[in-house]
């Protein structure tokens, strides 16, 4: 009887299983017919294609104008447009405005608007559009374009096509903000329609339109097919070749590149650094790598605590910390290491620091010891009693493989006697804002050497807003800091950033750790994918071969 | 039994409106500042920052702020998002389809696989199904989901190219996760259904149906299954929260929409109010599920049915 009912039961599962494999067989079949069907369709470049561009994270919000983050640039930079155009070499060119004269006195720029520019919602683009641009920004308050907007006192519409920026005290790196695309223009009437809800309507004057988006999924684009006014940086002078720019949202490494692997998205972002000699070995794939200007990844020491303030004591830490082990170790090669605070492409960056300096554990020892700092028994520090601890904070997710530089630090530091207390943490800005922190790391996208003021000036804290991380108010640095920002020659504004970094190489502010190259995966089939001076993907040119 | 059903639903309503003040109270009293955390060195001057905060009504007292969240929400408004200013309500009902279908697929096959291995496994102990069953057992409860997940994703979506890699469109990208947060509950139900059954199996009234000449498959899915499902059940009123709070991992590994992945995001930058919003509308299908599971119970147990 028992036997009888296995037997039943065992029919029952085969049965069953046959039908799953053949239910999955044809299923697998219809799946590959689509997708082959699918990558016919893309095959001929000027026929209907379309991009899927896998991102690592998601955007918080497509208004140029509310958003901080690169992801949400890398997407709207196809919606929006902008006033100038900044050229891989620094220089600026005309784009939505055909030219601008600068006032004597730095404070007043005026721009004549080019006069055949739509938005798509068919609405014209024109002086009062753009001044509604920069008091949407000012009303808001938040995001990086207010900050890459400086001394900004207000706008004026002169005439339908030209409008004046008028600027409380002369800002140099003001026409490289306005390149970005963080301060890329939005309609005027999509900014009034949709009002606090824009950063999930955006409407511009770009080469892409925005068409759907739904959340921590995919963001999909499409072609606009009125767009002839690209940037002097793009071959394409017409619209553009693709109908569709999807953005898939996959958060999860192995998934993201395995989607450009198995050929269900054609490019993604972020590779790491393990995986990048596998793809390259793939003879479908190709990798692109570009560095993203600003300032490199460094950590900043922060000089209000005890005992770092003092500066003999910061360069024991200087010497100890092995920079090329952790870049060698971690990235495998493909990061490049960083000597300045300031990325290499970027106006006035100082080369002299490059080898400036070399690991030497026996002077970062001596100079511990010159301070008092005997060593304990357990290999730790100590003075008056009180052990030599350094306070590490370090955000978590494990972003760029940041934490692991910690855990290097930590054994580094070990070697001169110095106990580093490790906090990684999700919620940075408690221990930041506080003050509870020795050291911290950082890296900020930026194309002027302007960045600067916000991780230096000390009125750029970070309890007011700023990334001022080392706490330093020094009123000369200060001083050339606003000097910079204000003075027009290039030639004296290289000088005044390369002293700055002397400066911040001499007192031991900042340990520079290494320039971040974004990395792209994507199938041989995508040419003309282009990146700009901050190292953001330019899909204007994109077309799809077979 | 419609008194016991009006004594649960209560139950069920301090349940939620408990859980959703506890949630108020400890998202306030976790450090750190939202408006700076949303600006993270962004802001222009410490004026917009307290614009901000005057805006978010965060310059208010503890009691102030927590009352109007709460009178608010007895008229159904949940708030909007501090991140991106978008209505909670809306948010929550875009993403919980995704995590509902997740939720019952997963369920489905742990119910399946978890009772039909958990039974055969008791019946045929220690032969070549009861091993299976407790690999199977073994496996669901031990093996994190991030690792079943990338597993099958690298054999079935990149190998084999079967089912999509990533999103939540269409069946066939529920099989994978499916399978994946399935495994664990199966896991749970395998363990549990076989011990019961074996226990059942081993009692005098067994011996009895036997003895008066009934058929073995009667006795056992008529008689000694009955008796094992009731343990089973509940495991699955437990199971159903494991499955929704596990789908903030699946979700993450299979780029699915879901509610999980938006309360993991809110509870990081601290907006509040998509956090109780979540929170709210978990608790309430918590309830819902462990308030049927009560009831089947009598369902399948006539001796419970009496005792109401």
């Not at chain 1, 005027?188 to 759907?212: C, D, E, I």
């Not at chain 1, 050339?480 to 007192?507: H, M, T």
């Amino acid at each position: 009887m028992q036997i009888k009912s296995t037997h039943t039961w065992m029919k029952t599962a085969a049965l069953t299983l046959a039908a799953a494999l053949l239910l999955t067989g044809c299923a697998s079949h219809q799946g590959q017919k689509a997708a082959n069907s699918s990558a016919a369709a893309n095959a001929p470049a000027g026929q209907a294609s379309e991009l899927t561009y896998a991102l690592a994270t998601s955007p918080d919000s497509l208004d140029a104008g509310a958003s901080g983050f690169a992801v949400s640039h890398r997407v709207f930079r196809n919606i929006f447009d902008s006033l100038v155009s900044q050229q891989k070499d620094g220089s600026i060119q005309p784009w939505l405005a055909a030219g601008w004269t600068k006032s004597e006195d730095g404070k007043t720029y005026t721009f004549k608007l080019r006069q055949d520019v739509k938005f798509h919602d068919g609405t014209p683009f024109n002086a009062a559009a753009v001044k509604a641009n920069f008091d949407h920004i000012y009303s808001g308050g938040r995001g990086q374009a207010i900050a890459l907007l400086g001394p900004f006192a207000s706008t004026e519409v002169v005439d339908e096509y030209t409008i004046k920026i008028n600027l409380s005290k002369p800002f140099e790196p003001l026409l490289s903000g306005l390149s970005s695309g963080f301060l890329g223009i939005s309609s005027l009437q999509a900014l009034q329609q949709y009002g606090n809800q824009y950063g999930k309507h955006p409407v511009g004057t770009g080469p892409f339109k925005f068409a759907s988006w739904a959340e921590n999924d995919e963001i999909v684009l499409e072609k606009n097919p009125d767009y002839n006014w690209g940037p002097p940086t793009a071959d394409n002078k017409g619209p553009s070749h693709l109908d569709k720019l999807i953005f898939k949202i996959i958060p999860e490494e192995a998934t993201r590149i395995g989607s450009v692997q198995s050929g269900q998205a054609l490019a993604a972002e972020t590779v790491p650094p393990q995986l990048i000699a596998v793809l390259q070995n793939d003879e479908k794939l190709q990798i692109d790598q570009s560095i993203t200007n600003g300032s490199a990844f460094s950590l900043y020491l922060n000089t209000k605590g005890e005992p770092w303030s003092d500066v003999q004591a910061r360069k024991a830490l200087q010497l100890a910390v092995d920079v090329d082990t952790i870049v060698k170790t971690l990235y495998l090669g493909t990061y490049e290491r960083a000597w300045s605070i300031l990325t290499p492409g970027i106006l006035g960056y100082n080369s002299s620091l490059a080898n400036k300096i070399q690991p030497d554990v026996n002077k970062a020892n001596q100079y511990l010891q010159e301070l008092g700092w005997k060593l304990g028994a357990d290999g730790v520090r100590e003075k008056d009693g009180k052990k030599l601890t350094l306070r590490y904070v370090e955000p978590s997710p494990n972003r760029e493989k940041r934490n692991d530089i910690a855990a290097i630090v930590q054994q580094q530091l070990k070697q001169i006697g110095v106990q580093v207390v490790l906090n990684i943490t999700k919620d940075t800005s408690t221990p930041i804002s506080k003050g509870e922190y020795d050291l911290f790391g950082n890296s900020q996208v930026k194309a002027d050497p302007d960045a600067l003021t916000n991780l230096l000036h000390s009125e750029r804290l970070y309890t007011k807003g700023g990334t001022n991380f080392p706490q330093l108010a020094d009123p000369n640095i200060d001083k050339l800091l606003e000097q910079g920002a204000a003075e027009s020659d290039p030639e004296k504004r290289k000088a005044i950033y390369g002293q700055i970094q002397q400066y911040v190489f001499d007192n031991a502010l900042a340990l520079p750790i290494y320039v971040f190259p974004y990395t792209v995966v994507h199938a041989k089939s995508v040419e003309g994918l282009k990146f700009d001076l901050l190292g953001y993907p330019q899909f204007y040119d994109v077309q799809i071969r077979k | 039994m419609t008194g016991s059903i009006a004594t649960r639903l209560l139950t069920a309503a301090l349940v939620v409106v408990g859980s959703s003040m506890l949630v108020f109270v400890i998202m306030y009293v976790l450090p750190g500042d939202p408006v700076l955390q949303m600006l993270d060195g962004n802001a222009s001057s410490p004026e917009a920052i307290e614009q901000m905060r005057k805006q978010l009504g965060l310059d208010q007292p503890f009691y102030v702020q927590f009352l109007q969240y709460f009178l608010h929400l007895l008229q159904g408004d949940f708030g909007v998002s501090r991140v991106d200013n978008s209505p909670v309500l809306p948010k929550i009902l875009e993403h919980a389809p995704a995590t509902l279908a997740l939720t019952l697929v997963s369920a489905t096959i742990s119910v399946v696989v978890g009772t039909v291995l958990g039974v055969l496994s008791a019946i045929h102990r220690n032969g070549f199904i009861d091993m299976l069953a407790r690999f199977v057992g073994l496996y669901g409860i031990s093996m994190p989901t991030f690792w079943t997940g990338i597993l099958l994703l690298l054999l079935f979506s990149i190998q084999l190219g079967l089912f999509p890699i990533a999103g939540s469109n269409g069946w066939k990208s529920l099989v994978l996760p499916g399978v994946t947060l399935g495994l664990v509950g199966a896991g749970l139900i395998v363990r549990m259904v076989r011990n019961t059954m074996l226990e059942v199996i081993g009692e005098p009234f067994i011996i009895t149906l036997r003895a008066k000449g009934l058929a073995e498959r009667a006795v056992m899915y008529r008689h000694a299954l009955r008796n094992a499902l009731i343990p089973a059940l509940t495991v699955i009123g437990v199971m159903i929260g494991e499955l929704l709070s596990g789908t903030v991992v699946v979700e993450t590994v299979f780029a699915r929409q879901g509610i999980g992945r938006i309360l993991a995001d809110a509870i990081m930058s601290k907006d509040l109010p998509v956090v109780q919003g979540v929170v709210f509308f978990t608790a309430i299908v918590y309830v819902l599920v462990n308030l049927l599971v009560d009831l089947s119970y009598s369902f399948i147990d006539p001796r419970i049915r009496r005792a109401h």
